[in-house]
């Protein structure tokens, strides 16, 4: 049995690879390309993709694919063996530089929100070379950004890059006025902690509302869910550890750094942590690991849920996005300092964030808005849907002596001057944890927890390097070229603390105070849905600094916002079809077949001696028969509002009518089901129930 060292990045095109494989001039243009960004010359490409090509076919690998995001959430691929006939009837194994640069799937089954009109139903592929290839199954994968003719993205990949590149820019602006000039790139980094569910495939099997949407549309609340907090700190079954260590196998090979698992507060919940890495590399990682969890679960003999709320009323599951910035020197921007100097630079950038923040709430709440997450977001388990953050108790003194002028601590007045030589010396504060925060900060990172467990993390990354680009650019704007640059870098810090100290809430989120504190007195924004917020990726102020830094184009961001909306209605479409045809097939004929037989045993009964009241009986058959009767009307009612979509004249107007009327509905469907199922006897129910699927892995 190999150790862990051994086979750590086994399936892997990595650097120790290309040391090995590629001749010094080879290999010193692609780094170069990978740290610089140059563009690589085809003879360099050529012999990458050899290389390439004989180290994926050693390993047994017969295709090839450009791995690619498409806007749907999942990864894209489409498979090209290695394979071309020769002469002498047999075939070679051959991988161009051509074939490794540039792909063109075809793209016409992506979607892309009226970008790419039918005369041009083409798109391209091409690679990106600051993510290594990677052997999946048979096949070499190649991380690929996915364009249409015309350049406009149609993936999540590109506007990331976009978005680090915008970051870099500004960023290293801001290092130079601090007379730092050494340091040459300025990347985030990011470390997603994923949650899902586990539970075994035969429960799954039995659950279409499950294998059509990912989330039971029924159930009643189990006997016993999360009460006890048994689960978060009961040792991890012996299936699950299995299952566990399988995953981790399977993760280091691709050279994933999964470090840390634990079981979640719901049964059958589980958590699994990378250590973090760069954000663009972090967002691949994290969505093989999602199609890696949900792989080796089959092979358990399990499924893993990625769902946001697979059961209603136990706790959903998330994503919190472990965000940082750091120099190519290896200094955490966001690192409180070791010397007064080191601090006034981190006060800048803690300011660009909170700047960010407030500025762009919007964009932050859309990008983690999806039908699924918004059965989470609000719900008292998660994040409300209105963002603050938390910066804990001692930042929260400094901002507050320096937007009061008055001291911190033992800091006497005049030394709150943020001049470099005099600002205090604080410590990092890790103790102080605030769960309940959308946006906290610990330590030396920011924690955004409003992401769903299938959300891709590229969109929220998006959207946080680029308002944060846009802080630090109005900074570096303002300072450049400024005379007196410690008077004006206090002034600044002091403004913005003054400007956006609304965003910053160090009290309970969860409570149903602080959502009307937050949008009666502080004029913070509660979008509620998908549907109420997406309309405003298109705000002028959003296009205005998105296309800025050259991280969308105004129709990528039209066609963006006609894709998301479009997903959340076809992904309730899809669930209320699903409800209809479960209550309809399933439901209402299981409670018929046990009213029948309740009503015969009364029959019987009487028959045996006319005296007995079998009032039992009597009064059971009339509640289930008046819950099918509801279900019967309710079906109808849901039924009804689907066909009315038809009339909506444009995505927007249907997204709306969806989540006025079609949501309600699917509840009020869902209630005389569920309550029929705690009065109908187990055998007659047509599925398992919330007990059976959330104590299901022994
Ligand atoms: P928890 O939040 O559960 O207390 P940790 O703080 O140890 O756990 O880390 C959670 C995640 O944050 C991990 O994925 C870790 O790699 C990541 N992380 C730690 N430091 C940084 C950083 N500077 N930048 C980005 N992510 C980080
Ligand atoms: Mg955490």
């Known amino acids: 049995m190999s150790t862990v060292t051994d086979y750590f990045g086994s399936l892997v095109f990595d650097d120790r690879v290309m040391k090995a494989t590629l001749s010094a001039?080879?290999?010193?243009?692609?780094?170069?390309?990978?740290?610089?960004?140059?563009?690589?010359?085809?003879?360099?490409?050529?012999?990458?993709?050899?290389a390439m090509k004989d180290w994926a076919v050693a390993k047994g690998a017969t295709h090839y694919t450009h791995w690619f995001q498409p806007l749907t959430g999942i990864?894209?691929?489409?498979?090209?063996?290695?394979?071309?006939?020769?002469?002498?009837?047999?075939?070679?194994?051959?991988?161009?530089?051509?074939?490794?640069?540039?792909g063109e799937p075809d793209a016409s089954s992506f979607p892309s929100g009226g970008l790419r009109a039918t005369f041009e139903a083409r798109g391209y592929t091409a690679w990106d070379p600051t993510s290594y290839a990677f052997i999946k199954g048979k096949t070499l994968c190649i991380p690929t950004a996915?364009?249409?003719?015309?350049?406009?993205?149609?993936?999540?990949?590109?506007?990331?890059?976009?978005?680090?590149?915008?970051?870099?820019?500004?960023?290293?602006?801001?290092?130079?006025?601090?007379?730092?000039?050494?340091?040459?790139?300025?990347?985030?980094?990011?470390?997603?902690?994923?949650?899902?569910?586990?539970?075994?495939?035969?429960?799954y099997d039995q659950r279409p509302d499950l294998r059509f949407t990912g989330r039971t549309l029924f159930g009643a609340k189990p006997p016993k869910g999360q009460e006890m907090d048994d689960h978060y700190f009961g040792?991890?079954?012996p299936r699950v550890a299995a299952y566990m260590e399988e995953l981790n196998e399977e993760l280091w090979k691709l050279g994933i750094l999964a470090k840390t698992e634990h079981n979640e507060?719901?049964?059958?919940?589980?958590?699994?942590?990378?250590?973090?890495?760069?954000?663009?590399?972090?967002?691949?990682?994290?969505?093989?690991?999602?199609?890696?969890?949900?792989?080796?679960?089959?092979?358990?003999?399990?499924?893993?849920?990625?769902?946001?709320?697979?059961?209603?009323?136990?706790?959903?599951?998330?994503?919190?996005?472990?965000?940082?910035?750091?120099?190519?020197?290896?200094?955490?921007?966001?690192?409180?300092?070791?010397?007064?100097?080191?601090?006034?630079?981190?006060?800048?950038?803690?300011?660009?964030?909170?700047?960010?923040?407030d500025d762009y709430q919007d964009l932050l709440r859309i990008s983690v808005a999806t039908a699924g997450n918004d059965h989470r977001l609000g719900a008292n388990e998660a994040p409300p849907a209105v963002v603050s953050m938390f910066l804990g108790d001692e930042l929260n003194a400094v901002l507050e002596a320096i937007k009061t002028d008055t001291p911190y601590k033992d800091i006497v007045k005049t030394q709150m001057k943020l001049g470099v030589d005099v600002l205090p010396k604080f410590n990092r504060d890790t103790t102080d944890r605030?769960?309940?925060?959308?946006?906290?900060?610990?330590?030396?990172?920011?924690?955004?927890?409003?992401?769903?467990?299938?959300?891709?993390?590229?969109?929220?990354n998006i959207m946080l390097n680029s308002a944060v680009a846009e802080s630090l650019k109005i900074y570096a704007d303002r300072l450049e070229g400024v005379e007196d640059f410690e008077t004006a870098l206090h002034e600044m810090i002091r403004k913005t603390i003054k400007d956006h100290k609304r965003i910053i809430f160090n009290g309970n989120g969860y409570d149903e105070s602080w959502i009307q504190e937050a949008t009666e007195k502080r004029g913070l924004i509660n979008y509620r849905t998908t549907a109420d917020c997406m309309p405003h990726l298109l705000d002028q102020k959003n296009v205005d600094m998105l296309t800025s830094h050259g991280v969308f184009t105004e129709a990528e961001l039209e066609s963006r916002c006609e894709i998301m909306l479009e997903n959340y209605c076809k992904t309730i479409v899809i669930e209320a079809n699903t409800?209809?045809?479960?209550?309809?097939?399933?439901?209402?004929?299981?409670?018929?077949?046990?009213?029948?037989?309740?009503?015969k045993a009364a029959t019987t009964?009487?028959?045996?001696?006319?005296?007995?009241?079998?009032?039992?009986?009597?009064?059971?058959?009339?509640?289930?028969?008046?819950?099918?009767?509801?279900?019967?009307?309710?079906?109808?009612?849901?039924?009804?509002?689907?066909?009315?979509l038809n009339r909506a004249e444009n995505i927007i107007e249907e997204s709306a009518m969806i989540r006025d009327k079609v949501l309600g509905l699917m509840g009020k469907l869902r209630i005389p089901c569920d309550e029929a199922e705690t009065l109908t006897a187990k055998r007659y129910w047509p599925m398992p129930t919330y007990a059976d699927i959330l104590f299901s892995v022994k």
């Open 579 to 599: 409800m209809i045809d479960m209550a309809k097939t399933q439901i209402a004929p299981a409670i018929e077949a046990y009213c029948a037989d309740v009503a």
């Open 605 to 644: 009964k009487k028959e045996l001696d006319r005296a007995l009241a079998c009032s039992y009986e009597t009064e059971l058959v009339r509640k289930l028969s008046a819950l099918t009767d509801r279900i019967a009307i309710q079906v109808e009612e849901l039924e009804q509002a689907i066909i009315s």
């Open 265 to 357: 507060v719901a049964p059958a919940q589980h958590e699994l942590a990378p250590i973090y890495t760069t954000t663009n590399i972090a967002t691949d990682h994290n969505q093989l690991t999602m199609e890696i969890m949900q792989k080796v679960a089959g092979k358990h003999g399990l499924v893993c849920l990625l769902h946001e709320k697979p059961f209603a009323g136990v706790n959903g599951s998330g994503k919190h996005n472990n965000w940082s910035i750091a120099t190519d020197t290896g200094q955490n921007l966001l690192s409180p300092g070791a010397t007064p100097y080191e601090n006034a630079q981190f006060l800048l950038f803690l300011c660009a964030v909170i700047k960010a923040v």
């Open 75 to 102: 990864t894209a691929e489409k498979h090209d063996s290695f394979i071309t006939p020769s002469p002498d009837g047999g075939v070679i194994m051959e991988f161009s530089g051509k074939e490794l640069i540039k």
């Open 25 to 50: 001039k080879v290999y010193g243009s692609l780094k170069k390309t990978i740290e610089q960004g140059t563009e690589l010359d085809i003879s360099v490409a050529n012999a990458v993709a050899a």
């Open 235 to 237: 040792v991890i079954k």
């Open 434 to 460: 605030n769960r309940t925060s959308p946006f906290a900060f610990t330590g030396n990172k920011f924690e955004f927890r409003m992401l769903g467990s299938s959300n891709s993390i590229a969109c929220a």
């Open 146 to 203: 996915f364009c249409a003719y015309g350049a406009q993205a149609l993936d999540k990949k590109t506007p990331l890059l976009r978005s680090m590149e915008a970051l870099n820019k500004q960023a290293l602006r801001i290092l130079r006025l601090f007379g730092n000039e050494s340091v040459k790139r300025v990347t985030s980094s990011v470390g997603p902690e994923q949650e899902y569910f586990l539970i075994t495939k035969e429960m």
